[in-house]
């Protein structure tokens, strides 16, 4: 449902009280408001502008969960405490909508994986390294953080990496550290850690999909850059 266009045109403190969204919520439920008018309510915000430019970001991502912090802190006016209460409020529907129809998040891209952690692991102050347990369908079976501190071919055991996958007899696995510097690019020993990973899997059959490395609001592929996947 569409925003009435006498809602657009007015700032959010000024509405008059039959046009109020937290009025409608409260009489109507939220299933008669428009995505601009929940997003409105959900970020506190107080200039439509920022609600129409936050719909946007919904229409081009095709979904919440995939909408960056980056980029809502780019819409003009809205800050950390805004992008802070949107990304929880994302992904607090995500988890429901899985725990309701009993659904376990699939993996088609990298982007798909990155969303499930990204926002968590892009605001860490120290490196860590999680695997992502996909079972035959890619679907998430788990998420295990394996390991905190440098990660690197010389500290990292590449065993550890395939204990939670061997447990739950998982026939696939996304490796996903970050860069608490807040820059993705693979450093020479991301790659050199990756062709580590990629061997050890194939010996155990178990296939290393992926290899993200996540930053502020970023993320690469290892995969995708041909880095350790030779």
């Given at each position: ?8 045109k ?39 502008d920022q ?7 919904y ?25 802070d ?20 998040p ?8 990155a ?6 692991m ?21 998420i ?33 550290h ?5 820059d ?21 059959d ?25």
């Amino acid at each position: 449902m569409l925003a009435s266009p006498t809602f657009l045109k007015l700032k959010y403190s000024e509405m008059p009280a039959d046009l109020h969204p937290g009025k409608r919520l409260r009489e109507l439920g939220p299933k008669a408001l428009s995505t601009t008018e929940l997003l409105a309510i959900v970020g506190w915000l107080v200039d439509t502008d920022q609600a129409r430019a936050l719909t946007e970001l919904y229409n081009q991502a095709d979904g919440l969960g995939r909408i960056r912090r980056d980029q809502i802190t780019a819409i003009h006016g809205l800050g950390e405490r805004v992008a802070d209460v949107l990304i929880a409020v994302f992904e607090l529907g995500r988890r429901e909508l899985y725990k309701e129809h009993g659904q376990r998040p699939t993996i088609s891209s990298p982007g798909d994986a990155a969303a499930l952690v990204q926002y968590e692991m892009s605001a860490l102050e120290q490196e860590e390294l999680r695997v992502i347990l996909l079972n035959t369908r890619n679907q998430v079976v788990k998420i295990e953080t394996v390991y905190r501190g440098s990660v690197n071919a010389s500290q990292v055991r590449v065993s550890e990496i395939f204990k939670g996958a061997v447990r739950e007899n998982a026939p696939g696995i996304i490796v996903v550290h970050n860069h608490p510097s807040g820059d993705p690019t693979p450093s020479p020993e991301d790659a050199a850690i990756t062709r580590a990973f990629v061997s050890a899997g194939k010996l155990m059959d178990i296939e290393v999909i992926d290899h993200l490395v996540v930053g502020q609001g970023r993320f690469v592929s290892m995969k995708e850059r041909g880095l350790g996947f030779g």
